[in-house]
Antibody, heavy 119, light 108 residues
Framework: QVQLLQSGPEMKRPGASVKISCKTSGYPFSNHYMHWVRQAPGQGLAWMAIINPSGGFTSYAQNLQGRITVTRDTSTSTVYMELSNLRDEDTAVYFC????????????WGQGTMVIVSP | EIVLTQSPGTLSLSPGERATLSCRASQTVPGSFLAWYQQRPGQAPRLVIYDTFTRATGIPDRFSGSGSGTDFALTISGLEPEDFGVYYCQQYGDSPPYTFGQGTRLEI
């Protein structure tokens, strides 16, 4: 079945970088755009980025421009999200989410990756 | 950027009752590309409704979506205990950013 399996929790110092993976299975990797969404503790969902796995085209949330990089590896059907110059407010659960072909909604989600930024 | 405002913040209801959750957009949502997600504690969100009206795979027919333009609603008829959680609306129009509302907590 369709699965998005994310890498494990991370603890980082302020100023460091984190790279999270989202390994896909159960569907043609290049057919579905992939999003990244994050959720700070006790807060709502915030869209971060989108990547077209076929051509690698990306678009990022304006407030993350310059700090976020999303890439993909078609040989392993994996999408990566790297966030640099981490701040306390980047502490959150990070989700990858697949864009539906039928609509643009996010029809399959990864299990989430907790990132804690602490001195 | 389209801002989505959800109301109420919290809804406390009993099993069997009807829940109506509201989502208001700061401008017209293109193509009525609006979705609803349910999130239970410690879990990833789950798609419930997309394209304003359409139930996602496996979603029971007690869930229904409505609306157009800037005003949208999710109705759950005959609440079941498993319907608790936080519900988020989201617009996914032509181009990013794909914004979410702040959520409505549904307590059964």
């Amino acid at each position: 079945q369709v699965q998005l399996l994310q890498s494990g929790p991370e603890m980082k110092r302020p100023g460091a970088s984190v790279k999270i993976s989202c390994k896909t299975s159960g569907y043609p990797f290049s057919n579905h755009y992939m999003h990244w969404v994050r959720q700070a503790p006790g807060q709502g969902l915030a869209w971060m980025a989108i990547i077209n796995p076929s051509g690698g085209f990306t678009s990022y949330a304006q407030n993350l421009q310059g700090r976020i990089t999303v890439t993909r590896d078609t040989s392993t059907s994996t999408v990566y999200m790297e966030l640099s110059n981490l701040r306390d407010e980047d502490t959150a659960v990070y989700f990858c989410a697949r864009r539906s072909l039928r609509s643009g909604a996010f029809d399959v989600w990864g299990q989430g990756t907790m990132v804690i930024v602490s001195p | 950027e389209i801002v989505l405002t959800q109301s109420p913040g919290t809804l406390s209801l009993s099993p069997g009752e009807r829940a109506t959750l509201s989502c208001r957009a700061s401008q017209t949502v293109p193509g009525s590309f609006l979705a609803w997600y349910q999130q239970r504690p410690g879990q990833a969100p789950r798609l419930v409704i997309y394209d304003t009206f359409t139930r996602a795979t496996g979603i029971p027919d007690r869930f229904s979506g409505s609306g157009s333009g800037t005003d949208f609603a999710l109705t759950i008829s005959g609440l079941e205990p498993e319907d608790f959680g936080v519900y988020y609306c989201q617009q996914y129009g032509d181009s990013p950013p794909y914004t979410f509302g702040q959520g409505t907590r549904l307590e059964i």
